[in-house]
C-alpha cells in the first residue's frame, strides 16, 4: 500500500515539474535556479541552459554552510541559510536577476524558506 502512495507521489510531481519546466530558460544573463529537496538536505544550482552549464550550486553538505550551522537548527531555517549562501555566490559571478524553478515541489515550508533566503540575499525573482 505504502509503495504505491510513493510512487504516486513522485508522478505527480514529475507532472508539476514537466508543466513548470515548459515555461522556464535558465540564460546566461537570468540564470534558472533550480531546487531539489530531500528528506534530509536541500540542494539548489544557478543553471544557464542555453548552454547546459551550472554556474553556481549550494546545498546543506557544504563546507560554506556547515560553518554557518548552528546546532539545532530547524530544517526552513536550513533552507533559508542555503538560499543566502547561493544568493551571495550568485552576487560575485554578477547575478542578479534569476527565475527560480520549484523542480516540482510546493512551494511552501523548506522550499519557500529557501527562496525568501535568496531574495534576501539580493536576488531578484
Known amino acids: 500500500m505504502a509503495k504505491k ?9 514529475f507532472r508539476r515539474k514537466k508543466s513548470i519546466r515548459k515555461k522556464l530558460f535558465g540564460t546566461p ?4 535556479i533550480s ?6 538536505h536541500i540542494y539548489a544550482q544557478a543553471i544557464d541552459d542555453t548552454k547546459g552549464y551550472t554556474l553556481v550550486s549550494a546545498s546543506t553538505l557544504q563546507p560554506e554552510f556547515i ?3 548552528k546546532e539545532g ?8 541559510l542555503v538560499g543566502k549562501i547561493i544568493a ?3 552576487l560575485e559571478k554578477n547575478i542578479k ?5 520549484r523542480n516540482g515541489f510546493y512551494f511552501h515550508g523548506r522550499v519557500k524558506a529557501l527562496a525568501d533566503g535568496a531574495r534576501k540575499g539580493g536576488l531578484i525573482f
Open 5 to 13: 502512495n510513493i510512487a504516486k507521489n513522485k508522478l505527480l510531481r
Open 35 to 40: 531546487i531539489y529537496r530531500s528528506l534530509k
Open 29 to 32: 544573463d537570468v540564470p534558472r
Open 73 to 80: 537548527i530547524k530544517p526552513t531555517d536550513e533552507a533559508f
Open 97 to 101: 536577476n534569476v527565475c527560480f524553478d
Open 67 to 69: 560553518a554557518q550551522k
Open 88 to 90: 551571495k555566490a550568485c
